[in-house]
């Protein structure tokens, strides 16, 4: 991805606005905006034990508690499924305040000292547990990741305004070792989706967001009282999702796995070998037409107008960004496809970047590019006007494909991308360092193996 610096002009309009309206509702003063934002490495916790939901019950954990849920998540709470009752390690702190390492990857019970707030939050957070339903894809669980860093960067931020972070629904649902309860491959999971130490800000500020994110949305997210936090269509989320946590606005846990499993169901396909397939293990749901395969796509669809950051000092998000949220065919396609057939691809496209596309000397286009092996890309000869689309808003347009390159039968790709168009030159999105959305496509039916529609 492209990454650029903080601009001049941004700091320097800070600087003549003397104040920009910061997240949580506090002003960011003239200095506070020419000092570069230091991501915090720890928290400072009050810790409680918890019921089955995550709701504070008024006991602090300590000598008397130590075994209760929320102060460890092997317990003896015999009324909460996620409760191990095989093993009890009791709750690992001195004190009912401790501090922990954000990213720390420290804490297997009886062997190392515990201190791993993301490990323990995160697979809570997104529905990763014992079971053939336990799985998320790796996109989801890292997008949920700079979530979940993003908000405790802000939240330690602005604690004065929030008040000191607790380890119950309030805040973030933190139980110590659950992580630690987890499967081999589950644990290697988090393990790569909390490398990094990314997070989100505004695009004119190095500072954290807020960034709330909820269980789910019934096809579209809640207005917040942020920018950031702009009602979108959430198409993938309309069957199954419920409005049970989205309230104010922000990222859907259960709809970000749908979007990074490519399918109806947050819970994803059963196993082909299952008789519910391709369904979800209790029969619901259905593959989607578009699947996302980053995390920076899951974000940038939730959160309107924002960057994705490493560590404050390096934007990894280039400005000018698109998905689709839905994309239909006509006439049989997209594979396989002949040449010389014509079909329509109907497709919701979202703007994700962080200006709008105005038609006036520039104008904006969904276009796209034909690629196969041992071939240079070649530009499509269609194109579709997405003009006047603000960030986070969406459009439905119709874009003909009926040019495949004469380069004998077998598998193509077909590169959807949004291009700028200006003084006649086409600069596509995907320049700057924001992805095409790729389909696979067999041509003249003679491809050696069955491929997947959409791969990004």
């Known amino acids: 991805m492209l990454t650029k610096k903080l601009t001049i002009s941004a700091i320097l309009t800070a600087a003549i606005l003397l104040i920009i309206v910061g997240h949580g509702g506090k002003a960011f003063s003239n200095n506070e905006m020419l000092q570069s934002y230091q991501p915090p490495t720890e928290v400072s916790l009050t810790m409680f034990r918890l019921t089955e939901n995550g709701i504070p019950n008024g006991q602090s954990c300590g000598a008397a508690t130590q075994y209760n849920w929320g102060c460890t998540a092997y317990c003896t709470d015999p009324s909460i499924p996620s409760c191990v009752h095989t093993n009890q390690y009791p709750y690992p702190f001195n004190s009912s305040y401790p501090t922990v390492q954000i990213d720390g990857i420290s804490g297997t019970p009886n062997i190392s000292p515990y201190s791993q707030y993301l490990r323990d939050i995160v697979p809570l957070e997104i529905g990763i547990k014992l079971g053939s339903q336990g799985y998320k894809p790796a996109s989801a669980i890292e997008a949920q990741v700079i979530a979940a860093r993003t908000y405790i960067y802000q939240r330690i931020q602005y604690a004065s305004q929030y008040g000191t972070p607790n380890n119950s629904n309030q805040f973030q649902v933190f139980v110590p070792y659950y992580y630690d309860t987890l499967t081999v491959l589950q644990k290697i999971m988090v393990q790569i989706a909390t490398s990094n130490r990314h997070y989100l800000s505004e695009s004119g500020s190095t500072y954290p967001i807020e960034a709330l994110f909820g269980a789910d949305n019934s096809g579209s997210t809640s207005q917040g009282n942020r920018p950031y936090l702009k009602s979108v269509l959430d198409p993938i989320s309309q069957q199954y999702g419920t409005t049970d946590g989205t309230a104010l606005g922000g990222m859907s846990s259960k709809g970000a796995s749908r979007w990074g499993f490519g399918h109806t169901s947050s819970k994803g396909p059963a196993s082909s070998t299952d008789s519910n ?59 396989p496809i002949n040449h010389g057939q014509s079909c329509t691809a109907t497709v919701q496209v979202q703007n994700t970047g962080v200006s709008d596309w105005g038609c006036g000397s520039a104008t904006y286009v969904l276009s796209y590019r034909w690629a196969k092996s041992g071939h240079a890309d070649l530009a499509g000869n269609n194109q579709v006007s997405v003009c006047n689309l603000a960030p986070g808003n969406t459009a439905t347009v119709n874009l003909t494909i009926n040019d495949a390159p004469a380069w004998g039968s077998g598998a193509y790709l077909l590169k959807l991308d949004v291009a700028r168009v200006q003084s006649g030159s086409k600069t596509w999105f995907s320049s700057g360092g924001w992805p095409s959305y790729d389909i696979n496509i067999c041509v003249d039916g003679s491809c050696k193996a069955f491929i997947p529609q959409a791969i990004k």
Do not use: Q
């Not at 369904?279 to 996302?292: E, N, Q, T």
């Not at 940038?300 to 924002?306: D, E, L």
């Open 277 to 335: 397939y391709p369904h979800d293990a209790d029969g619901s749901g259905d593959f989607w037409s578009v699947k996302y395969d980053s995390a920076a796509r899951i974000l940038t669809h939730y959160y309107t107008g924002v960057h994705l950051r490493d560590n404050g000092t390096v934007i990894m998000t280039p400005n000018e960004r698109w998905t689709p949220l839905n994309i239909t065919w006509s006439n049989n396609c997209p594979s």
